[in-house]
């Protein structure tokens, strides 16, 4: 969804939003040590948070963790910053965006789109270059923006290179099903629908660039200082989590698809979706979010990118967004 930038506001300004927005979200202050309270958005890649919730994974650590949906990035992502959620999961490039204006950290790497995101065109067009000066449908603002950009730099290209027509990834598939755009970013379901009725082609899709569209859990700066061992609880959970997944799908599925709910409750689609991503176990994460791992590149290549759409200069750096000091345990 479109992004807006969380701005500062006045001492007085900011209680008032905090409290208003608490009221409206039904969410409480943040807790005391041994709760962290987290928001997502309605994505397959956050299942393992309540199944570690449900199967006592994080509890049998000491640990509470408070679920929430809320759809809009910019929602969640103030509420955090008036003290009303200790973290969130959301894309590293996503959250990038706030960084400036707040102080949070990513302790863990939860999954990454690996089929799940693509880029419908027609037969015809056999490579991005192919796109040059036609009208591409794409969620500004959002992360398909900036993995199309991530793709068109790859190869040499901006997208001043193309004729950009801003909607959503749901209407993105529907205008181009239709035939009134001709190259669409989207996701699933939509890359199926459009393979299986022979609608167009899926130029490329996320498993081409496994690690680049990344859901992270960050924790506000405070949380992370002052209650270490709720973040360590929290990493050993999601872990855990991780290995029953891999020896019960099914039945992971089942109860991730319980939790996050909406449009993935039903277990089949849950698992459907859970196809098009990968869940980070701690070997993958500790590859990935290392210092010397690819996460590094990646928040240089989405802090150069978002200052470039944005038109300001963010600034964020890996040591910014990351704190890799918890996963190896």
């Not at 799940?116 to 991005?128: A, E, F, Y």
């Not at 040499?156 to 990834?169: F, P, S």
């Amino acid at each position: 969804s479109q992004m807006i930038p969380f701005k500062k506001k006045s001492a007085v300004k900011k209680a008032l939003a905090s409290s208003l927005l608490a009221a409206a979200l039904g969410i409480s202050q943040t807790a005391a040590a041994g709760t962290l309270s987290l928001a997502h958005t309605t994505w397959v890649g956050y299942g393992t948070l309540y199944l570690a919730r449900d199967l006592g994974y994080f509890k049998e650590q000491g640990l509470e963790v408070k679920l929430q949906a809320i759809e809009e990035a910019s929602m969640y992502m103030a509420a955090q910053a008036s003290g009303n959620l200790d973290g969130a999961a959301s894309t590293i490039d996503e959250v990038l965006k706030y960084r400036p204006n707040m102080c949070f950290k990513s302790v863990i790497a939860l999954d990454d789109s690996f089929g799940g995101d693509g880029i419908v065109t027609g037969n015809d067009v056999k490579s991005l270059k192919d796109l040059k000066g036609t009208k591409v449908a794409v969620n500004e603002g959002s992360v398909s923006q900036f993995w199309l950009s991530y793709l068109l730099e790859k190869d040499g290209m901006t997208m001043d290179d193309l004729i950009i027509q801003n909607m959503t990834a749901d209407d993105a598939a529907s205008a181009f099903i239709a035939g009134r755009v001709p190259t669409a970013v989207t996701w699933e379901p939509h890359l199926s629908l459009v393979r299986n009725n022979k609608a167009g082609k899926v130029l490329v899709d996320s498993s081409q660039t496994p690690g680049v569209i990344v859901d992270v859990v960050e924790l506000n700066c405070d949380v992370i200082e002052k209650r270490p061992e709720d973040v360590k609880a929290l990493v050993a959970g999601i872990y855990k989590a991780v290995e029953f997944t891999k020896e019960n799908p099914e039945k992971a599925y089942e109860i991730m698809a319980k939790g996050v709910g909406g449009y993935l409750a039903d277990p089949a689609e849950f698992a459907a979706a859970a196809a098009n991503v990968r869940f980070y176990d701690k070997a993958m994460n500790e590859a990935l979010m290392s210092p010397s791992g690819e996460i590094k590149e990646l928040v240089e290549i989405a802090d150069k990118t978002w200052s470039k759409l944005q038109g300001r200069d963010l600034n964020v750096s890996y040591d910014d967004l990351v704190d890799s000091s918890f996963l190896a345990q």
